[in-house]
Each structure stands twice: as structure tokens, then as C-alpha cells.
């Protein structure tokens, strides 16, 4: 197969800047040959490859959401295939994983978890899970250099090469710079759901299991081990997030059983959780003078504290079961002045600061 080198043209573009290898593909930056757009180009380099990158080529252009990598064009059948892809300007989370070793800021660990989950559930919806999940493949845009502002918009997903039904012992590619060699399929199987790696029929629960991967190494930049939570390796990490990730790296009957009912636990937990690791401490109470304002009445759909679904102990203010994730209020209370999630309890919202005044 043809060698890519740089000032080669593909299609309407021309490679400028090798970014990353591995063991199936070269992935280049390019510019247009006239208009200013810069892409990311992945070429094969390995023919026995040919049939799963059409595969992710299918796959991933049928997918229009803010947190997937975009593709634009494609052509398996070219003397060098290739597809065009969005460029996304910053680094591979496994980049920064590997830059701040302690962990990142709990806040962008959860900014970057929910930019994912909303991907994944795109991707589901659209009757694709990825397979794949793991920092080398979650790419940030980082114009500034500062992981600190990172926003969930700023999350794309990328490289759904092992798409829906192609096998489990495939290298994947990302766009980064930071394309996982030294990891191989030994770094992959770290982030696959038991069932994968038993070679059965998957759902998009397995997505969920990799997730749970990906938060506790961002937490404490290291992966999960027995049974570590992980507010076990950093103390300042919120204890809902435990429940998380109990909740998704566990057997699949147990297990989250969607990216949505995950994201949902997560914000229930940031609405009932004042934790410094989020930086409520800094909330500014200015506006506690403020009228206040009303939050509709809520009824708990339990009886005598207990959930329904999973029949296990709930608290009188929760939203949510911590143990299946089942909504126990009919209306789950917003704070009026933001938006955000908020618990029967609060007496301020942990976001705002807004004065709350809750009816029985």
C-alpha cells in the first residue's frame, strides 16, 4: 500500500502535519487546496483493514451531534483510503491524563464525562455503540492550553472503527497526536466490559462499563482495582461520584442501563452534593436578599423511604435511587433562577447562590 508523506493531496486536501500512527492507520492534518479549512485525514496503511474502516466510515457519517468528531468524506476504494474528519484543535484526554497524574479538578471530570455520555446515548439512539471508550479516543478542544476550561462542548468522541459488529481485538486509531502504541490491545482491554471481552453481543451498557474506566482514572490518574472507589484514592473526590461509578462498573444486569440514566445520576448527585471539589465553596451569596422563590411541590412515588423498582432504602430528599438510578419524584425541582438541579432540602442553590424557599 501507498506510503502518505506530507504536500500529498487527498481528495481537496493536502497533507500538511503527520499526527499520529498506529497499527492500521496514519492520521494527518490537512489544509484545502484553496478554501482556509483545516481537516484531520485518517489514511489505511494496513489492507487487511479495508472492511472495518468502510464499516466506521458508514457508521460515524450517518452521526451529526456537537460531542462526535464529524466526518466529512470518505473513500475506502482510493489507492490510499481514506476519510476526512473534523480537526479538532487541542489534545487526546489521555494526553492530559498523563500531564496531571494526581487527577483533574473534579469539575472537569465531570464536564468531560457528561460530554461523553451525551455522545454515546447520540450514538445509541442512532443503534451504534462505540466499543472503544477509552482517553486515547476522547479528544478536548484546548485552543488556550488550560484544561481547566474545558466545557462539555469542548468534548468530542472519535474512532468508532469497531462500530457495532465488527470484532473486539481491533487496534483502534484516534485523530490525537497521542496515538496509544505503547498501550495496544493490552491498554484496550483494560476499558472493555467483561461481556466484551468474552466476545458476547453487546449493548450500549458496555460503553457504560468503559466509561466508569475513564472516570476513575480521570479522578485519581490511575485505573480502577478491586473494589476502590474513588474517594478511596482522593479524598476530596464527592461521594456521589462513587455511586456512579459502583453503579457502572459492575456486572451488566446491575449495571446503568443507558448513557442518559447515567448522566441523569450524575446530575442528581451534583444537585444534592455541596463539595469543595466542585467549587461551591466560592459561590458568592449575593443575592441572598433576593425575594424568594418558589420551587413546585414534589411527591415521592416510594413508600416508607424505600424505592420501588429496586426495593432497596432511599433518602427522604433524594430524587433519584442511588442503587438502580429510578426517578422517585414525579417532577425532579430545578432552581428557578438557573436551572440547575436542586434538592428539597437546599436551602441556597449550590450553583447560583440563589435564595430557594421550597414548598412542603
Not at 496503511?45 to 470518505?74: C, K, S
Not at 467549587?279 to 418558589?294: D, Y
Request: charged share 25%; glycine share 8%.
Amino acid at each position: 500500500m501507498i506510503e502518505p508523506k506530507q504536500g500529498d493531496r487527498i481528495g481537496n486536501y493536502i497533507l500538511d502535519e503527520h499526527v499520529g500512527s498506529g497499527s492500521f492507520a496514519q492520521v494527518w492534518r490537512a489544509k484545502h487546496h484553496v478554501l482556509d479549512e483545516v481537516v484531520a485525514i485518517k489514511i489505511l496503511t494496513d489492507d487487511q483493514y479495508v472492511r472495518n474502516f468502510r464499516h466506521e466510515g458508514v457508521a460515524v457519517h450517518g452521526l451529526r451531534h456537537p460531542n462526535i468528531v464529524r466526518a466529512i468524506d470518505m473513500d475506502p476504494y482510493a489507492d490510499m483510503p481514506y476519510m476526512i474528519m473534523e480537526y479538532v484543535e487541542g489534545l487526546s484526554l489521555r494526553q492530559v491524563i498523563e500531564a496531571n497524574s494526581d487527577g483533574l479538578p473534579v469539575e472537569v471530570c465531570i464536564r468531560i464525562l457528561k460530554g461523553v455520555l451525551s455522545a454515546l446515548q447520540a450514538a445509541a439512539d442512532a443503534g451504534i455503540v462505540h466499543r472503544d471508550v477509552k482517553p486515547a479516543n476522547i479528544l478536548l478542544r484546548m485552543p488556550h492550553g488550560d484544561v481547566s476550561r474545558v466545557r462539555e462542548g469542548d468534548v468530542k468522541l472519535t474512532d468508532f472503527g469497531l462500530g457495532k459488529t465488527t470484532g473486539v481485538t481491533n487496534v483502534s486509531l484516534m485523530q490525537s497526536g497521542s496515538i496509544d502504541q505503547k498501550e495496544g490491545i493490552v491498554g484496550t482491554l483494560v476499558y472493555m466490559s467483561p461481556e466484551q471481552r468474552s466476545g458476547c453481543d453487546l449493548d450500549g451498557r458496555s460503553d457504560i462499563y468503559s466509561c466508569a474506566v475513564v472516570l476513575f482514572e480521570m479522578l485519581t490518574g490511575s485505573r480502577p482495582a478491586g473494589s476502590d472507589t474513588p474517594s478511596m484514592i482522593r479524598s476530596d473526590c464527592p461521594t456521589f461520584l462513587d455511586e456512579v461509578f459502583r453503579c457502572s462498573y459492575t456486572r451488566l444486569e446491575r449495571r446503568y442501563s443507558s448513557a442518559a440514566e447515567m448522566q441523569a445520576a450524575i446530575e442528581q448527585g451534583m444537585s444534592a452534593v455541596s463539595s469543595p471539589g466542585l467549587g461551591v465553596a466560592a459561590r458568592q451569596m449575593k443575592v441572598a436578599l433576593e425575594k424568594p422563590k418558589q420551587i413546585p411541590p414534589r411527591r415521592l412515588h416510594s413508600a416508607g423511604n424505600v424505592c420501588p423498582k429496586c426495593n432497596e432504602p432511599v433518602g427522604k430528599d433524594d430524587n433519584f435511587c442511588i442503587h438502580c438510578s429510578h426517578q422517585l419524584v414525579d417532577t425532579v425541582p430545578r432552581c428557578p433562577g438557573c436551572e440547575a438541579f436542586v434538592g428539597r432540602s437546599d436551602k441556597y442553590c449550590i450553583f447560583c447562590g440563589s435564595r430557594l424557599e421550597l414548598s412542603a
